[in-house]
């Protein structure tokens, strides 16, 4: 009962505006109890533009997110920027980072910015962040960065939270062609060759464009934008290939199947969490050893 009268509390400052209502909603999404908050939120949801960025280790993705919350504020938007390091379990690092990153939009009360970690949601690292961006969208926040390094597969799931899907490189680092050859290639909506200062930048836009010729593209053809995201170039063509982009989603109704299919990952993810928990909890009471393992597993499922 008494949570259940906190969780009104809370929803209540979280109507009003509340940034520290947000940010605990988050906290507790973190912690996997934030079911029911996204349960009364969700019907809030669904005006936010989102869009992901990732990249590898230190090719400026914070450093450009800083930039791109620049331009949406000099729009009049307000903006949530949601930090994921899938490597760590915990959030400091990416939150001590971001803190000089990120700084000058600390005090700015239309900008909330957030690393996530993942201690006990059932979907992962990936449920935590899709709650996250739920609530951020609830909140009423115009645009929602979501920042994950990028390496592999779970940081894909994270990206395809996203509507659009920005993929940071960097020239003179090997990094950046295994990232492409990792898969990541084909959810990128906007390639970003960052630190343009850089002698090889020109080589590394060469590299992409003849890997993007090897592959199909049926319907939206990515974009390649180069940035110096320190010096803050190029952020304004960035975010324009960003809008072009969801006025392609909204043009040809794309928007509502990467809705669905952000929808379904995110259902999958906290079904399979679900389930396994119920099977953990199945084996250790009634796993039986005297018959063998299939038959054993057979017995538990027709259980649930
Ligand atoms: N030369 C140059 N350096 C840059 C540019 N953009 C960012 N940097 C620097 O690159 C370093 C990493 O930048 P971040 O923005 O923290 O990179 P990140 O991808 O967020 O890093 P992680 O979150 O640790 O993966 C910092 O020292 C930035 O100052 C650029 O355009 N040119
Ligand atoms: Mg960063």
Redo the contacts with the bound molecule.
Sequence with gaps: MKSQASDAELLRDFDRGSQRALARAISRAESGRGGELVRALYPKTGRAMTIGLT?P????????ASGLVRKARALRRSVGVVSVDPSSPFSHG?LL?DRI?LNEHFTDERVFIRSMASRGHLGGLAGATGDAVLMMDAFGLDVVLI?T?GVGQSEVAIAELAQTTLV?LQPGSGDSIQVLKAGIMEIADVFVV?????PMANQLRREIRSMMEMLQWPGWVPELVT?????GDGIDDLWAAVERHVAYLNETGEIEQRRREAFIHQVRQLALGQLERRLDHALREDARDDVDPYEAADRILSSF
């Design positions: 990249g280790p230190g090719v400026g993705k914070s450093t450009l990416a980072g990153r920042e390094v940071a960052n630190k343009a200062d850089h940035t110096q995201a320190l010096a």
